[in-house]
């Protein structure tokens, strides 16, 4: 039995083609570790260059998954350069040649890879793109994580959309991208005509890295990586014509954020904290990142602001009070909203099934509606910025 699976597998794998080396998976020598079991579970791990189309990892599963007798399929992928390198010297060496070069004009997703500092320092930072079609391009950023940074872009985005408004939300949280479940939509992007073809949920077309990876892979990658994911999803994305183009991006002031301003031209951000100190002294770092880059702050929105007593309708703020108006004021921007704490807005980001839409009428609800009003009112007028060279 175990040979016969074995040998089924081995079949499956030689029918999926590295478009990039003209061979299939198995001569190109990127499948490696295949382990199975009497009860039908298959691991292998998969190397891919930075080079290499992502969606290898998914014709992949999907093969292994369809062979009689298999129960399970994990498939670890793995960076090829790093694995070559230390094939050839026991570490992983620097001065390794670079992975082969894509052929002219092709346009993949990396999903692991790294090249030589020595080759990451002579490449010059790139120039900032102009994407028309999206619309208000607008990053929603926080100074650390777990303040509903990710909470308010979703439910940003779909309150645009029932005002009316054609939205686009690009999850940019790399190392943490929570927008499919928060917005309860979860497969593989189609692609047609060398175009992914976003997926929609509640009026909104949505692209994110968990549509493309294991839920429990780690994203263990260097900046020049992070650039090419964000550049492919602003470029090689169907967005279509927007009228919004919301970026949930990850916490901090990373290689995400700048890796945004210098891929395209972003219109401003809006910065989320909570109202204790410790949370907006780290927002006020992320907004004094965006101002350092061109990049407008168009105002603060206060998450978690306070708690309604459902009894006595009386507001107790359980967690502080005045940050995010204090911030607002350092920076001299507006205070853009106070959002109350609400369980139902917990619970709902995590079945997917936002606040805004299950509750429109709930408090936290209206602070959104009233939020997505409010930044239709900030935008005309104003100019894209970014940045050219790394800072």
Not at 268 to 286: F, H, K, M, N, W
Not at 298 to 307: A, K, R, T
Request: aromatic share 4%; net charge neutral.
């Amino acid at each position: 039995m175990a040979a016969n699976l074995q040998d089924r597998i081995t079949d499956a794998l030689s029918r999926i083609r590295n478009n990039r080396v003209g061979a299939n998976v198995l001569e190109a020598e990127m499948v490696r570790d295949i382990a199975t079991t009497t009860d039908g579970k298959v691991r292998l791990s998969l190397f891919l260059s930075a080079d290499d189309d992502a969606t290898v990892v998914r014709e992949v599963r999907q093969s292994l998954q369809q062979i009689p007798g298999v129960t399970d399929v994990r498939v670890d992928v793995k960076d090829a350069l790093q694995a070559n390198a230390t094939q050839a010297g026991g570490t992983p060496k620097t001065a390794m040649a670079p992975p082969p070069i894509a052929p002219k004009g092709s346009r993949t997703l990396p999903v692991m890879g790294q090249e030589p500092q020595s080759k990451r320092a002579a490449v010059p930072a790139p120039t900032p793109v102009a994407y028309p079609h999206l619309g208000n391009i607008v990053a929603i950023s926080s100074g650390k994580g777990g303040v509903g940074k990710s909470t308010v872009a979703s439910n940003l985005a779909i309150a645009l959309a029932k005002q009316g408004a054609r939205v686009g939300l690009m999850d940019a949280d790399i190392y943490g991208p929570n927008i499919p479940r928060m917005m309860g939509v979860n497969a593989p992007p189609p692609v047609e005509n060398e175009k992914i073809i976003p997926l929609q949920a509640h009026g909104v077309k949505i692209m994110s890295l968990g549509f493309m990876i294991e839920r429990d892979q780690p994203a263990i990658w260097r900046g020049p990586i992070i650039m090419k994911i964000i550049t492919q999803f602003l470029r090689d994305v169907q967005w279509g014509e927007l009228d919004y183009f919301l970026v949930d991006m990850p916490p901090g002031t990373g290689d995400a954020q700048l890796s945004l301003v210098q891929a395209t031209l972003v219109h401003g951000a809006i910065i989320v904290t909570t109202p204790q100190e410790v949370a907006s002294g780290d927002a006020l770092r992320g907004a004094k990142m965006f101002e350092r880059v061109a990049v407008p702050v168009l105002g603060i929105v206060e998450n978690m602001s306070y708690f309604i007593c459902p009894h006595c309708s009386h507001k107790h703020r359980i967690f502080g009070s005045g940050g995010g108006q204090r911030l607002a004021d350092e920076l001299n921007v507006p205070l853009l909203a106070e959002i109350p704490f609400f369980p139902a807005v917990l619970t709902g980001g995590d079945i997917g099934e936002p606040i805004v839409v299950t509750e429109p009428q709930a408090p936290a609800a209206q602070a959104l509606f009233d939020l997505a009003g409010r930044l239709s009112g900030l935008l005309p007028g104003r100019d894209a910025a970014g940045v050219s060279a790394a800072l």
